[in-house]
Every structure is written in C-alpha cells, then in structure tokens.
C-alpha cells in the first residue's frame, strides 16, 4: 500500500494512525499542501478534490480519511477499531464524526486561504475563527465522553477505536494554533493516553519523513 498524505494535515494522520494499530506497513508518499503540491496536475489524477489523504491498494485508490479507515477495517479487521455492536458502532462513528465533520473542514487550508486572500480577513481574525470551531466542538466532544459509561481508557472502551484516530489529530492542531483546551479535560486525559502507545506517538506530524 502507498499513503499520499503530508505531515501536518490531520486528515492523513488519522489514517497513519489506523494503518498502524493494524500493523500495516506503507510506503510513505509526501505531498507538500504548503509548497501546493496537491494542486498540481500529477496529484489531480490521484485525487478528484485535490485533498489527502490517498491510500492506493494495488490498482485501487481510495480517498476520505474516514472511507480509509473503514475499508482498512473490513480488509484488515484485527485489531478492530469499530468494535461491539451497532448502538457502539454508532457511538465511535458519532464521535469520530463530531471531529471530521464539525471541526475539521472548518478550518481546512483552503477555508483558511480563503478567509485570508478572498475575504481579507486580518491574520489575527483568522486565528480567532480557527480557535472558536475548535474550541467550540472539541466542548461538544467532551461533553459526550464526560461521564458516559462507554468511555474508558479511550473514546470508547479500553482499547483505540476509529473516534481516538480523529481526535489525536485534532488535538495536535489545537495545540499548533494554541487553542485553548483546560475545558476539556477528559478529551485531554484520552489524548495522553494515546500518546503513550506508538501507533499514536510514532505517526505524529513531528515524526514524519517530510516534517519540515
Ligand atoms: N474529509 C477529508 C478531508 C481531507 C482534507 O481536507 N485534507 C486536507 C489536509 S488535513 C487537505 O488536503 N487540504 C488541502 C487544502 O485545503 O487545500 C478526509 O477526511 O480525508
């Protein structure tokens, strides 16, 4: 398998994180969004919306973070990462989802480009709006781990499900934008605990082949 992806987007590292909790070896691909090398004619042909993460299997190629790590799962399903029964499913795909969806894209280098060279919208503004979608959602977050009977050592149980593959990633954004996040101290409290396992530790942005 080879993983077109690029250091800092947390997109791609919720797949390196995925790949491996399952012990997956890849050839590692960097595309440099800072340098616009997802923009370019030869990425294109890789991927429709011009976005990493890429995963290609063979001849087949795979786009969207999440779609990856589903189709990992059923390709690969030990350890699983969407593990119990549906109502549980459910839940990790809720979490998972409460980052991918209601987080992340907001603050995606070309909604920040656009803000910026579209809208002329000051540096500073640009920050303010990046820390209140993360500081906004990640409180949606906690609340629902906070004292739910499903958390454990993890988002979901004691072992890394599919929601602490988005949540380690967007927690290292947080932290490069200095977000503020002493409200959340359970989401802090699980992402500590993924830290401590390789899979989470030695996939990180600041381990990565092409960080700068
Ligand atoms: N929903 C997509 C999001 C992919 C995505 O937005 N990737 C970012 C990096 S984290 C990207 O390629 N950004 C390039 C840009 O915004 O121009 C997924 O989960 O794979």
Not at 21 to 36: E, F, I, S, T
Not at 71 to 95: C, K, M, N, V
Not at 98 to 105: K, S
Not at 115 to 126: A, G, I, M, Q, R
Request: hydrophobic residues 40%; charged residues 25%; glycine residues 4%.
């Amino acid at each position: 398998m080879q993983l077109y992806n690029y250091f800092r987007s947390s997109a791609s590292y919720r797949v390196r994180i995925a790949l491996a909790l399952k012990g997956l070896k890849y050839d590692y691909l960097p595309v440099h969004l800072a340098h616009n090398e997802h923009l370019q004619e030869g990425y294109a042909q890789l991927s429709v919306s011009k976005l990493v993460p890429v995963l290609k299997d063979g001849d087949k190629l795979l786009s969207q973070s999440l779609a990856i790590i589903e189709y990992l799962e059923e390709t690969h399903p030990e350890p699983p990462l969407l593990p119990g029964d549906a109502f549980a499913r459910a839940r990790i795909r809720a979490l998972t989802l409460d980052v991918a969806c209601e987080i992340h894209p907001l603050n995606n280098l070309r909604v920040l480009r656009y803000l910026v060279h579209d809208l002329k919208v000051s540096e500073d503004d640009k920050n303010r709006w990046y820390r209140h979608w993360v500081e906004s959602g990640l409180e949606v977050v906690e609340r629902q781990l906070r004292e739910h009977p499903a958390t454990g050592r993890f988002c979901h149980g004691d072992t890394p499900t599919m929601a602490d593959c988005a949540l380690v990633p967007q927690i290292a954004n947080a932290q490069r934008f200095d977000c503020r996040l002493d409200h959340v101290p359970t989401v802090m409290r699980i992402h500590a605990e993924c830290m401590q396992l390789d899979a989470f530790a030695k996939t990180q942005a600041s381990a990565c082949p092409d960080a700068a």
